[in-house]
Antibody, heavy 121, light 110 residues
């Protein structure tokens, strides 16, 4: 079964850092774009970042640009999100999601189960 | 980038049809045929129901259909069933090379 599994979430203090990972299986990871989407408790979905299949194109939401870094390792079938200077408003479930096409960032056809990030002192 | 505008809630009885609207601007919904719709049940990950305005992924019931007119996209669910009760989100690619979601619509099947 095609699958995405996130890990790395947890409790972090404001100003701290966290690195999320997303492990892909049962599909050719290197041919798909990938995204991070988050959902604050009781709130709607918010797109966070996009990376093309070969990492040549990367986009960020204004709310995280300059603080978050998306990356991928196609040899390890893995997607990452390095989150620095975390704020309370970054508290959310973070999902990794596969893009149906490599470009542009658009429809997300496979989603992980999500990993919870809580930013609090 | 402001969120796309969706009604907070809609409802319908089993067997009926409902439509959820999603209003953006010419920089997102109106400018591209890159509108998607997602279904999310409580505590679950979103599921893609419609992509590129009106296309259904394999395995999605043909009771779900999408359309667009100008800056407004719509999701129609016909023959409502109890399992359709969920939150629904639209999304669109934008001229800023980002993706914007709608605020979400809670569908209640009466």
């Amino acid at each position: 079964e095609v699958q995405l599994v996130e890990s790395g979430g947890g409790l972090v203090q404001p100003g701290g850092s966290l690195r999320l990972s997303c492990a892909a299986s049962k599909f050719t990871f290197s041919t798909y774009s990938m995204n991070w989407v988050r959902q604050a408790p009781g709130k709607g979905l918010e797109w966070v970042s996009y990376i093309s299949s070969g990492s040549s194109t990367i986009y960020y939401a204004d709310s995280v640009r300059g603080r978050f870094t998306i990356s991928r390792d196609n040899a390890k079938n893995s997607l990452y999100l390095q989150m620095n200077s975390l704020r309370a408003e970054d508290t959310a479930v973070y999902y990794c999601a596969r893009g149906m096409v490599n470009y542009p960032p658009n429809a997300f056809d496979i989603w992980g189960q999500g990993t919870m990030v809580t930013v609090s002192s | 980038q402001s969120a796309l505008t969706q009604p907070a809630s809609v409802s319908g009885s089993p067997g009926q049809s409902i439509t959820i609207s999603c209003t953006g601007t010419s920089s997102d919904v109106g400018g591209y045929n890159y509108v998607s719709w997602y279904q999310q049940h409580p505590g679950k990950a979103p599921k893609l129901m419609i992509y590129d305005v009106s296309n259904r992924p394999s395995g999605v019931s043909n009771r779900f259909s999408g359309s667009k007119s100008g800056n407004t996209a719509s999701l129609t669910i016909s023959g409502l069933q109890a399992e359709d009760e969920a939150d629904y989100y639209c999304s669109s690619y934008t001229s800023s090379n980002t993706v914007v979601f709608g605020g979400g619509t809670k569908l209640t099947v009466l």
